[in-house]
């Protein structure tokens, strides 16, 4: 799975540390060409995070379990661009507002 697959959770989990259901989008993609798509792309996939998240999707996976909290984390393959990390900061404020933690960071693989 992957950004791209707007439709779909990437991957789910629980810490269970604070009780928080976290959703992980996986971007492994580069920011060189078509990087308004892309930015469009990752933002409608996180709509669908937060529509999941508002309309108890989880429930079916996780049908007796109150969570204290919900967070959506980005991991970014290669480094994002600048309009992404305004579109990123200025969403996680609205993300927040609803009551959603949000993280981003790049996250690096030994090949």
């Known amino acids: ?21 976290v959703l992980l989008v996986i971007d492994p993609y580069t920011w060189m060409i078509q990087e308004m798509d892309h930015i469009l792309t990752l ?10 998240i508002e309309g108890r999707g989880y429930a ?16 970014f393959r290669y480094q994002y661009s600048d ?16 009551g959603i933690d949000f993280a981003y960071s790049i996250v690096t693989t030994d090949e």
Do not use: H, W
Request: proline letters at 2%; glycine letters at 6%.
């Open 1 to 21: 799975m992957s950004v791209k697959e707007t439709d779909r959770i990437d991957a789910m989990g629980v810490d269970e540390k604070t009780n928080t259901l």
């Open 83 to 98: 309009n992404c990390r305004q579109v990123l900061e200025a969403g996680s404020q609205q993300l927040r507002d609803r």
């Open 60 to 75: 079916e996976k996780y049908p007796d379990r109150q969570f204290d909290g919900f967070r959506i984390e980005v991991a």
């Open 43 to 52: 933002q409608k996939k996180i709509n669908n995070y937060v529509g999941y």
